[in-house]
């Protein structure tokens, strides 16, 4: 089964914003990444609600919506509002998960978690079958560019031997770092999806580059 790539818009051009996601609904991309940060959870400010609003009008794939931020179940409404497929909330940000989960689930989105490169795998345990997916971060989140930490593969394997332990169908994705190289290990090792930011919007064709990455 080949992979699902999700082009992170956050490496995009934000000067030709509207050209770059027409690009990747040109693609065989399956979903688009879309991170939110409050600079307050990470060190860093991305796109407000306004600017999503925009993204999902001219979007043709589904919404794979990460974010990075405190409380973020206080934007459930918003996010649901923009047709969102997938609401990914980090394991750090969330005191009551299992309430947030299930608050996103009755929203009508896919719940996902995701778990930062220093918190481990086994956290996640007792609330693996309520998960649509898991987010593995393979760089600190924040930034783009970064070099990818190499124990995200053996996360891999872990979180793919819990899901397969308890019987859940819980999707494996991975977000830091992800090229050819790097993205053929975690297919490799068990990852179902891949978000790739520098490695599509930097290549010198970047259609031809998810098209790559869809067929590790």
Not at 91 to 115: K, N, S
Not at 144 to 170: C, M, N, P, Y
Request: glycine fraction near 6%; charged fraction near 20%.
């Amino acid at each position: 089964m080949k992979p699902i790539i999700a082009p992170s818009l956050l490496s995009a051009d934000f000067a030709y914003l509207a050209k770059d996601i027409e690009m990747v609904n040109k693609s065989e991309a399956d979903w688009l990444h879309i991170d939110i940060m409050d600079g307050v959870f990470v060190p860093n400010i991305s796109f407000g609600f306004p600017v999503l609003k925009y993204v999902a009008e001219l979007t043709e794939k589904p919404l794979d919506v990460h974010l990075m931020i405190v409380n973020p179940e206080k934007f459930i409404p918003e996010v649901k509002a923009l047709g969102v497929h997938t609401m990914n909330v980090h394991f750090e940000a969330c005191t009551h998960l299992h309430r947030v989960v299930q608050q996103i689930r009755d929203a009508g989105m896919h719940p996902a978690v995701t778990l930062n490169p220093a918190t481990p795998v086994v956290l996640l345990k007792d609330i693996i079958k309520d998960l649509y997916m898991v987010l593995l971060m393979s760089v600190n989140p924040g930034f783009g560019g970064q070099k990818f930490i190499e124990h995200t593969v053996e996360k891999v394997r872990e979180l793919r031997q819990l899901i397969d332990s308890t019987g859940a169908q819980t999707l494996i994705e991975v977000d830091g770092g992800v090229n050819l190289e790097t993205g053929y290990k975690l297919v490799e090792a068990g990852a179902d999806a891949l978000v790739a930011g520098n490695s599509v919007f930097g290549a010198a064709n970047p259609q031809g580059m998810i098209h790559q990455l869809k067929n590790l």
